[in-house]
C-alpha cells in the first residue's frame, strides 16, 4: 500500500528532537522556528513531559468516557488557573478541527440556530462545519458546503452588526490571531465590538486560539489583549506538544446536558499526562512570560528589516510578508543556514517557533534572515 498523496514534501527526515532543534537521518541539526505547525510549546523532548507520559502509560493508557477519570478534573483546574479561566468548563477531544466543530454544534444547541459567522482569510479545520466556516473553497468539498454561513471582511464592526441584526446567527467565530491567513491580528476593538454585539443578539462568541492559543501570543490566549471574556474558547496544537488533544472552554452560563457532546478517544489518561506537563512545564518555566520577551524582540528588530512589505504578529506568531514570492527564501533557511520557517501563501514567512525559544537562537534567526534576505 502507498500512502494517499495529499501532502507536498520538503526533502527532511526528521528522526529526533530536542528543545529547539530537529536533527535529520544524517544528524544535521536544525533550529525549528516552524514548531511542526505551531504544535511544539514546551520544547521537543522535554524530560518532563517524557517522564510523565511514560509513568501514565505503565499504569493505565486508556479507558472510556464513561467512568471517573481524575486527571480530566486536574487538567481543567490546572488549565482554568493558568488561563484565568477558572470559572469555564472544559470538553476533551482529540484535534482542533473537533475543538471547533464540538464549539459550533454547542453554539447550535444552545440558540436553536444554524447560522455561523466567519471572517475572510479564516481557517479553522477541516471537518464538516469548520471547514464551512473556512475561507478556502477548494478545501470545501460539496458534502460540507451545506451549512448556513457568512464570511465577512475581519475588523469590520458595521458589516458584523448588520449580520447579527437579522436575529438567525447561533455563533460568530474568529481566531486570536489568523494563523494560515498570514498572522493577521483581530483589532481589539474589533473583539470588543463583537463580544458586546454576540451579547445583544443572543450569538454565541467564539475565539479559536488552536494556534494563537496555550502562550504563543505573549498572553495565555490573544483575545486577552483585548480584555473580552468570549462565550467559548477552543484550544488544540499546543495543548498536547504534539500529543494529539483538543478541548473547548466554555463560559459558566452555557449549561450540559447528558449526552449533549462526546467521543472515544477525547480526555484519555495519555491525552491529559501529556496536556498536564505542558501546563506544568510552561508555569516552572514561565514561557508565557518568555513568548512576550523574545517574541516582542523579534518583533522590534524585524520592524527595520529592509526587504520586509509588513511584519504581522504577537509574541511567537509572527506572519513577514514580502513584495516577492518567499519559497526560495525559505528553501535557503531551510538547505543552506539549516532554520525551519513556516509559511502562507506565496508571499508570507510564519515563525512558530517552541515558546522556550531563547535570545540567543532568536539573534541567530535574525542575523540569518537579514543576510539571506538582503539577497534576495
Ligand atoms: C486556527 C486553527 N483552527 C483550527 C485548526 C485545525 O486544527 P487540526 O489540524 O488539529 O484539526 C488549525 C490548524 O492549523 C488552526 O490553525
Redesign the pocket.
Known amino acids: 500500500m502507498e500512502l494517499f498523496d495529499v501532502y507536498p514534501l520538503y526533502d527532511l527526515t526528521p528522526v529526533s528532537a530536542s528543545g529547539c532543534y530537529i536533527t535529520d537521518e544524517k544528524g544535521t541539526e536544525y533550529l525549528d522556528l516552524y514548531g511542526g505547525?505551531?504544535v511544539i510549546s514546551v520544547g521537543h523532548s522535554h524530560p518532563h513531559y517524557i517522564q510523565r507520559i511514560s509513568d501514565q502509560l505503565k499504569k493505565i493508557g486508556f479507558y472510556s468516557n464513561s467512568v471517573q477519570n481524575p486527571m480530566q478534573v486536574e487538567l481543567a483546574k490546572k488549565l482554568g488557573e493558568l488561563s484565568g479561566y477558572g470559572d469555564y468548563s472544559l470538553f476533551l477531544c482529540?484535534?482542533?478541527?473537533?475543538?471547533?466543530e464540538n464549539a459550533l454544534k454547542l453554539a447550535s444547541f444552545l440558540t436553536g440556530k444554524k447560522r455561523i459567522v466567519a471572517f475572510d482569510k479564516?481557517?479553522?479545520?477541516?471537518?464538516s462545519a469548520?471547514v464551512a466556516v473556512?475561507d478556502n473553497p477548494k478545501i470545501v468539498a460539496p458534502i460540507n458546503d451545506v451549512h448556513d454561513r457568512v464570511i465577512l471582511p475581519l475588523n469590520d464592526v458595521n458589516a458584523l452588526q448588520n449580520a447579527l441584526s437579522t436575529g438567525e446567527v447561533a455563533a460568530v467565530l474568529v481566531?486570536?490571531i489568523?494563523?494560515?491567513g498570514g498572522c493577521r491580528v483581530p483589532e481589539p476593538a474589533f473583539l470588543q465590538a463583537a463580544s458586546r454585539l454576540c451579547k445583544e443578539s443572543g450569538a454565541l462568541f467564539i475565539l479559536?486560539?488552536?494556534?494563537?492559543g496555550y502562550g504563543r501570543s505573549g498572553k495565555f490566549f490573544a483575545h486577552q489583549y483585548a480584555g473580552i471574556r468570549p462565550d467559548v474558547i477552543?484550544v488544540?496544537?499546543g495543548m498536547g506538544n504534539g500529543f494529539?488533544v483538543?478541548g473547548v472552554l466554555i463560559a459558566p452560563e452555557h449549561q450540559p446536558w447528558h449526552g449533549m457532546l462526546g467521543t472515544t478517544f477525547g480526555g484519555n489518561y495519555l491525552a491529559c499526562a501529556a496536556s498536564l506537563a505542558v501546563l506544568e512545564i510552561m508555569e516552572q518555566q514561565q514561557l508565557v512570560e518568555n513568548a512576550a520577551k523574545v517574541g516582542g524582540f523579534l518583533l522590534d528588530e524585524l520592524a527595520s528589516f529592509p526587504k520586509l512589505k509588513e511584519v504581522r504578529g504577537m509574541g511567537l506568531m509572527i506572519g513577514l510578508e514580502f513584495e516577492e514570492p518567499v519559497v526560495v527564501l525559505r528553501k535557503r533557511l531551510l538547505f543552506e543556514e539549516k532554520i525551519f520557517t513556516g509559511v502562507t501563501g506565496t508571499h508570507v514567512i510564519r515563525i512558530l517557533p517552541p515558546l522556550t525559544l531563547s535570545m540567543a537562537e532568536a539573534t541567530r534567526f535574525l542575523e540569518t534572515f537579514y543576510r539571506v534576505s538582503k539577497n534576495m
Open positions: 505547525h505551531a482529540n484535534s482542533g478541527a473537533e475543538a471547533n479564516s481557517f479553522h479545520g477541516r471537518t469548520a473556512t481566531e486570536g489568523q494563523g494560515i479559536d486560539e488552536i494556534q494563537s477552543s488544540a496544537k494529539p483538543g
